[in-house]
């Protein structure tokens, strides 16, 4: 993919109740529509419109329409649950490996109050 | 009435928790799949030896109080703690260790992880 490719773009639909324990601890649980109701109950659901994937570090992140994070690790099963499920797991956390293997790691800093109707943007780095 | 058997399911290599038996019953029949792409071969070998029903969650909507279990291919943060969480017997097809804001749930006696078909067996 070139350089500033979008890799997966969409339009958040819902935001489950206990997401904002998971945003308090810098994590950022998305998945699709159709995801079972227990899982939406912390996750950010979302309509994808753009699905291609290929997630690698130094791609960046847009939540909502300001905070923009940067990718440091990318998991082994990370691309594989983004492009199937519209799953990610971004953690805020600063490592530069992944932990767990559907880990997306990002630089640390603060998970913004998203709202339904937010986009969620990841974009090649250029 | 329907008759089931029931497994053993034995952490696979590097996995972590277990072993579960499991047990399907009329009230909890369900060998709920919750990887996407279909049912998993770890699920359908779970419902063909037991006589469950094995069943995409993300095709349709099934009831965690059907579950006799869950298979799932959680990389680590989300999937692995919610159906621990709700007390549902949990199979990891990944070889994740407890991790996470919902880890405290993640307990050997509820969740096995690393799991492939051959680490299914009869009980």
């Known amino acids: 993919m070139g350089g500033g490719g979008v890799r997966y773009d969409c339009e958040v639909t819902a935001i489950g109740e206990m997401a904002d324990e998971f945003f308090a601890a810098g994590i950022v649980v998305l998945f699709g529509q159709g995801v079972p109701e227990e899982l939406a109950d912390f996750a950010v659901v979302h309509r994808p419109s753009v699905t291609d994937g290929g997630l690698q570090p130094g791609d960046r992140i847009h939540l909502g329409a300001t905070e923009v994070v940067t990718v440091l690790a990318v998991g082994e099963v990370a691309d594989e649950n983004l492009v199937n499920l519209g799953h990610l797991s971004l953690k805020r956390n600063g490592e530069s490996e992944a932990a767990l293997p559907g880990d997306v790691c990002c630089d640390e800093g603060p998970i913004p109050e998203l709202r339904v109707g937010d986009r969620i943007r990841i974009v090649a780095a250029s | ?123």
């Not at chain 2, 579960?20 to 990887?35: E, H, Y």
């Not at chain 2, 969650?57 to 990389?75: L, Y």
């Not at chain 2, 919610?82 to 006696?109: N, Q, R």
């Open chain 2, 1 to 123: 009435m329907s008759e089931y058997k029931s497994v053993q399911i034995s952490a696979g290599s590097g996995g972590w928790g277990g072993p579960l038996t499991v047990t399907p019953t009329d009230d909890k029949p369900i060998i709920a799949c919750i990887t996407g792409g279909g049912i998993h071969p770890v699920a359908q070998r779970i419902a063909d030896l037991t006589g469950g029903e094995a069943f995409d969650a993300f095709k349709s909507t099934v009831k965690f109080d059907r579950m006799a279990c869950a298979v799932i291919d959680c990389g680590g943060t989300a999937r692995v703690g919610v159906y621990p969480m709700k007390g549902v017997p949990t199979i990891d097809v990944h070889p994740t260790s407890p991790a996470g804001p919902l880890a405290m749930h993640i307990k050997e006696t509820i969740f096995v992880s690393g799991v492939k078909p051959d680490n299914v067996e009869e009980a």
